[in-house]
C-alpha cells in the first residue's frame, strides 16, 4: 500500500513539474515574441525618421539658388543616394507580413470547454511559429534599414564634397533660398 501512495505522490509531482515547464515555456515564448514586435515597431520607427530627414534635406536643396545653379552631374551626385536611401527606407517599412498570434475568434471557436493544459500547449506551437517567422521578416526589415543607413551617409558625405569643393560658391548668396509663387499669387502683387 505504501508503494501505491508512494508512486501516487510521484506521479502527482511529475506532472506539477511538467505543468510548471509549461507554464514556463509559454511564458518565455511570450515574452520574447513581445521582444520581438518591438524590435520590428524600433526598425519601423528608425526607417520613418531617415524618410522624414531626407524629406527635409530634400526641400532645403530643391528651393537652394545654390543647389539650382549646379550641373547634373552634382544633382545626379547628389540626389541618386538620398533616392536610394529613400527607397531602401520605405522597403523597411513596407514589410508589413509578421503574424500576431492567437486570434481570439479562433481561439474561442476552436478551445472553448477544452482543458487548460491542451490550450496552452497549441498555443505554445503556435507562439513558435509566429516567432520563427517573424523572425525572419524582423531580420529582413533590419538588413533593409542598415542600407538605408549606409546610403544617408553616403549621401550626406556626396553632399558634403559638394558643399566643399564646388566653384559655384565663390561671390555670391550660396544660401539663399527661392520660392515658388503661384500665377495668381504673382498677379494680386502687381
Not at 65 to 83: D, E
Request: charged share 20%.
Amino acid at each position: 500500500m505504501l508503494a501505491v501512495e508512494n508512486k501516487l505522490a510521484y506521479n502527482n509531482f511529475m506532472a506539477r513539474q511538467a505543468k510548471n515547464s509549461d507554464d514556463l515555456i509559454y511564458t518565455e515564448i511570450k515574452e520574447r515574441i513581445s521582444e520581438q514586435n518591438s524590435s520590428i515597431k524600433s526598425v519601423d520607427t528608425k526607417s520613418a525618421f531617415v524618410l522624414s530627414f531626407v524629406a527635409a534635406v530634400l526641400a532645403g536643396l530643391v528651393n537652394s539658388s545654390w543647389f539650382n545653379g549646379l550641373s547634373w552631374t552634382y544633382h545626379l551626385t547628389i540626389l541618386a543616394p538620398f533616392g536610394i536611401t529613400c527607397g531602401f527606407s520605405l522597403a523597411a517599412l513596407l514589410v508589413r507580413q509578421y503574424r500576431a498570434d492567437p486570434d481570439p475568434t479562433n481561439l474561442i471557436e476552436r478551445y472553448k470547454g477544452k482543458d487548460e493544459d491542451s490550450t496552452k500547449g497549441q498555443l505554445t506551437k503556435n507562439y513558435e511559429e509566429v516567432f520563427s517567422n517573424n523572425q525572419t521578416i524582423a531580420d529582413k526589415k533590419a538588413n533593409l534599414s542598415k542600407i538605408g543607413f549606409v546610403f544617408l551617409a553616403i549621401s550626406i558625405l556626396a553632399l558634403m564634397f559638394t558643399v566643399l569643393f564646388n566653384d559655384n560658391l565663390k561671390g555670391e548668396d550660396t544660401w539663399q533660398t527661392t520660392r515658388y509663387q503661384h500665377p495668381l499669387m504673382q498677379l494680386h502683387q502687381q
